[in-house]
């Protein structure tokens, strides 16, 4: 069955950098775009960075560009890396996949990861 597992989540301080890792299994990774959101307390979830895993593209949303990438091993894993990390960065973190045909049809969520940008 499709899994999302991410990890990475952690207590850094401002300027600081995280990694997230997101190991997916049951679907093949290349065949789809897998998304970054994040959910602040009290706040809509919201996207912050998708990548078409066959072709490379990305998106990022403007809160974090030029800090945040997002990218691919080719394999099982799409990571973000985050960098220059603001207390408004702090979220819960969660890895993303829609699948839109077969049997694996439907989205699926990963059980998020923390994030706590602080001092």
């Known amino acids: 069955q499709v899994r999302l597992v991410e990890s990475g989540g952690g207590l850094v301080q401002p300027g600081g950098s995280l990694r997230l890792s997101c190991a997916a299994s049951?679907?093949?990774?290349?065949?789809?775009?897998i998304a970054w959101f994040r959910e602040a307390s009290g706040k809509v979830r919201e996207v912050v960075a998708c990548?078409?895993?066959?072709?490379?593209?990305t998106y990022y949303a403007d809160s974090v560009k030029g800090r945040f990438t997002i990218s691919g091993d080719n394999a099982r894993n799409v990571y973000l890396q985050m960098n220059s990390l603001k207390p408004e960065d702090t979220a819960v973190y969660y890895c993303?996949?829609?699948?839109?045909?077969?049997?694996?049809?439907?989205?699926?969520w990963g059980q998020g990861t923390q994030v706590t940008v602080s001092s």
């Open positions: 990548l078409s895993v066959s072709d490379g593209r």
């Open positions: 049951g679907f093949t990774l290349g065949d789809y775009t």
């Open positions: 993303h996949v829609f699948i839109p045909s077969g049997s694996n049809w439907g989205n699926y």
